[in-house]
């Protein structure tokens, strides 16, 4: 059974940091494309970023690009997300989502992900 839990989101201030961690089990890791969404009341989920099996590379939404980094680490089977210079615009639940896929493409629809968390709440304050 496919697990993945999420932690580290909390209440920040605006231009503050938070480091959010996704901890893998029931499946393996390294074969695994990971991303982030992230979902705000009454909107739909949205892509965040995703990163490839080896971690070697990335992709981000234009929204978040420059001010957050997504990175893995296969041994531990978790994947972060490193969430600098925050807005209130940023202020959502944030998911972790796995795939297995041995495509090259970058993968940042909702439906194209199997496996998901139950979410962490970021909040941030103007």
């Known amino acids: 059974q496919v697990q993945l839990v999420e932690s580290g989101g909390g209440l920040v201030q605006a231009g503050g940091s938070l480091r959010l961690s996704c901890a893998a089990s029931?499946?393996?890791?390294?074969?695994?494309?990971m991303g982030w969404f992230r979902q705000a009341p009454g909107k739909e989920r949205d892509f965040v970023a995703t990163?490839?099996?080896?971690?070697?590379?990335?992709y981000y939404a234009d929204s978040v690009m420059g001010r957050f980094t997504i990175s893995r680490d296969n041994a531990k089977n978790t994947v972060y997300l490193q969430m600098n210079s925050l807005k209130p615009e940023d202020t959502a639940v944030y998911y972790c989502?796995?795939?297995?896929?041995?495509?090259?493409?970058?993968?940042?629809?909702?439906?194209?992900?199997?496996?998901w968390g139950q979410g962490t709440q970021v909040t941030v304050s103007s």
């Open positions: 989502a796995a795939l297995v896929s041995f495509g090259s493409s970058w993968y940042v629809r909702p439906d194209e992900y199997a496996y």
């Open positions: 990163i490839i099996r080896s971690g070697g590379s990335e």
């Open positions: 029931g499946l393996t890791f390294s074969r695994a494309i």
